[in-house]
């Protein structure tokens, strides 16, 4: 996949240099490329390459956006060829001459860290972005070129790398991302399982986390109210390099020992804040939740969650009552439902041969018939439909 994208940009960047007079050399551009802006991505960049500017000259680069001071990285390991203040149109401004052979531009900076001649590695802070030169009137941003071959080769549209070079930093478990407000305040939230966690700045120096990407709206607002994926592992902070982790299913956390993990085969763990952790502990378990537990040699046990308590499920059931992917859980808290007793007007359902369910609910841990009419006049919630075997053997 990564590699079928990478094919593509670079023969679209062979066809532009193609068309354009004197391109000395055709030094590929990095696929593997740092964005330019820490904590950013291509989404505050202007797709504005070649567009026409003052005095006949058109746009030789890509504008991207971000509040003066944001840092500003060596997109690829490199020289500093250049460092400090044109006195024109780019003001203060520096040339990297990437180890590829390609070079890079970025203009209009509030500082250069580094100065000329200076070895520098990817990723490594450069400058900051600013609005100096002829940007003075403009908010602050990064004018970016991108140069194959040489400094004085023509310069070829920025935009396909810098999305490229988004792709580096993939939305996974862990992730920072941030909303950006609009009124100079910005929303963090830390990545778990599809699901976006609020971040305070204390949350984030106790887990340990690097700086945002801010992503659009949208997405941001999506994530946020996505529901965390069971099977997710989650883990707090002791602050002392100490963690907790915990394993999700059905909304609920389940506290995880290594032995747990190796026995599930569970990977890395996501920091979350403690509050949070602390709160999907807590959280019930959700009714139809299917759960399993591993025998630690391929094998599992299935169970769906109903009131409080598990019903084994064979495949068969699980198939007939057309039910999803199980969650695994770790054997004690397996065990501990299967024994637990169901909660009080708790609605259970079993499935007839002829499609239509038949529901009950549990008084004094027996099931007894319901009518619709009766659940709604005893403020009954949903059913959860269960193993017919395990139905009948509540009456
Ligand atoms: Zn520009």
Known sequence: ?????????????????????????????????????QGRDVSVCANSFGAPRSGGRTHMGDDCFAPAGTPLLAVETGTIAESGNDGGLGGIRIWLQGDSGTWYYYAHNSVNYVPRGVRVGQGQVIAAVGNTGNAATTPSHVHFEIHPGA??????????????????????NGSVIARDNGNG??????????????????????????PARIIPTQTFDG???????????????FGNGQWMEAIMAGGQAFVLSQQDKTAMGLGD?????????????????ASGTVIAKSFGNGQWMEAIMAGGHAFLLSQ????????????????????????????????????????????AYIVNGRAVWVSNEDKVRLGLGPATVIPTAAFNSLF
């Open 151 to 172: 400094r004085g080769a023509a310069a070829v549209n920025p935009y396909p790398y810098l999305a490229l070079w988004s792709v580096g930093l993939p939305l996974g």
């Open 1 to 37: 996949m990564r590699k079928g994208i990478t094919v593509t940009i670079v023969a679209a960047a062979a066809v532009i240099v193609s068309l354009l007079p004197a391109a000395p050399s055709s030094a590929a551009v990095p696929s593997t490329n740092t964005f330019p802006i």
């Open 269 to 285: 763990a996501a920091p979350v804040p403690a509050s949070a952790f602390d709160w999907y502990i807590a959280h019930p378990i």
């Open 223 to 237: 994530l946020y109210n996505a529901p965390i994926s069971s099977g997710t592992v989650i883990a707090k902070s």
């Open 316 to 359: 068969q059931d699980k198939s007939w009552l057309g039910l999803g992917y199980a969650s695994p859980v770790p054997a004690w808290a397996f065990d501990w439902y299967m024994s637990a007793p169901i909660a009080e007007r708790t609605v259970i359902a079993r499935r007839n041969p002829d499609n239509t369910y038949l529901e």
């Open 185 to 210: 305040t910005y929303l963090e939230a830390v990545l778990a399982g599809g699901h976006a966690f609020p971040l305070t700045q204390q949350d984030k120096a106790a887990l340990g986390l690097g």
